[in-house]
């Protein structure tokens, strides 16, 4: 059994940045998943990466603005935002193995002036 929690969300003007983390109980050995939904919208994924963090994944939506890295040693996964929009306004859930088997409770993400 693995467990997920998420943090570091918040309300931060267009143009800023957070970092969101994901913590993990349990195995690491996963490939790492961020997913978000927005209001009003399903689920959209935003980006992945491998169980070493050899290999990141992005969504075009995002790709060039977010980077995801991780911590194997922390058993901890993070999403960097950056150059944040409204559009990425969002709760953003951590989710583990290729096939999402495990989720997080998410976390709040506010882009607003």
């Known amino acids: 059994q693995v467990q997920l929690v998420e943090s570091g969300g918040g309300l931060v003007q267009p143009g800023g940045s957070l970092r969101l983390s994901c913590a993990s109980s349990?195995?690491?050995?996963?490939?790492m998943n961020w997913v978000r939904q927005s209001p009003g919208k399903g689920l959209e994924w935003v980006s992945g990466i491998g169980s070493d963090g050899s290999g990141t994944d992005y969504a075009d939506s995002v790709k060039g603005r977010f980077t995801v890295s991780r911590d194997n040693a922390k058993n901890t996964v993070f999403l960097h935002l950056n150059s944040l929009k409204s559009e990425d306004t969002a709760l953003y859930y951590c989710a583990a193995a290729t096939t999402f088997d495990y989720w997080g409770q998410g976390t709040q993400v506010t882009v607003s002036s």
């Open positions: 349990g195995s690491t050995f996963y490939y």
